[in-house]
Each structure stands twice: as C-alpha cells, then as structure tokens.
C-alpha cells in the first residue's frame, strides 16, 4: 500500500517534500515513480528513481528544481520540490514498477498510491 504525502499550500519559490509511505514494502527492490496531475489535465510524470537510488530522470519542467532520493533502509522514498511555481500544483502520486528502473512510462508502473495535493499561490 503506497500512500504520498508531505503536500500542503506553498507560496511561489516555497520548498516541499514529498514522502512516500509504503506499508507493505511494495517499493523494496523496485523502480519508483513520482507523477503529478493537475485539475482537468492528465496524470504526468515527474519524477523516477531505480531500485537503487543509482539512476534517476526528471521530467524537464521540473528539472532543476526537484529531486528525488531513495533511502532503501527506512524503505522510503522522498521528492524534494524547491522553488515551487503555481504550474506545480497538482496532485502527487508515486508508483512503484517491478524491475530496476521504470523512467517516464506510466504503464510500466504497477502500483500506485493514493496521492497527496500541493498547491502553490501566487
């Protein structure tokens, strides 16, 4: 069972961090992602990190600006938002893929998690 959270209401250029809580060790050994999806838009990928920790890719309208991380022994996975833009409020998911590293593919990911909304003001 994944569970993001760590989301809340942020002015413009504030600092987040997103957890993602994971129960039953669904994302142990496993590609996680981050996606994001905003009101009246698809759900879009922001964020990937490989079993490891030791590859990782951004979407490039976050590049920059977020990063994601592993820590394998608490069995969490973690995306730091920095200079957050009101464009960045969403809904946050992560998801976790069988395998090493899952990247961008939203249908490579086999289980998702329930979402945690940020909102950045103006």
């Known amino acids: 069972q994944l569970q993001a959270c760590g989301g809340g209401v942020v002015q413009a250029g504030a600092s987040l961090r997103l957890s993602c809580a994971d129960s039953?060790?669904?994302?142990?050994?496993?590609?996680v992602g981050w996606f994001r999806q905003a009101p009246g838009k698809e759900r879009e990928f922001v964020a990937a990190i490989s079993w490891n920790g030791g590859t990782t890719t951004y979407s490039d309208s976050v590049k920059g600006r977020f990063a994601v991380s592993r820590d394998r022994a608490k069995n969490a996975v973690y995306l730091q938002m920095n200079n957050l833009k009101p464009e960045d409020t969403a809904v946050y998911y992560c998801?976790?893929?069988?395998?090493?590293?899952?990247?961008?593919?939203?249908?490579?990911?086999?289980?998702w998690g329930q979402g945690t909304l940020v909102t950045v003001s103006s």
């Open positions: 039953r060790r669904t994302t142990s050994n496993n590609a």
């Open positions: 998801a976790a893929a069988r395998g090493s590293f899952a990247g961008n593919n939203r249908s490579s990911y086999n289980y």
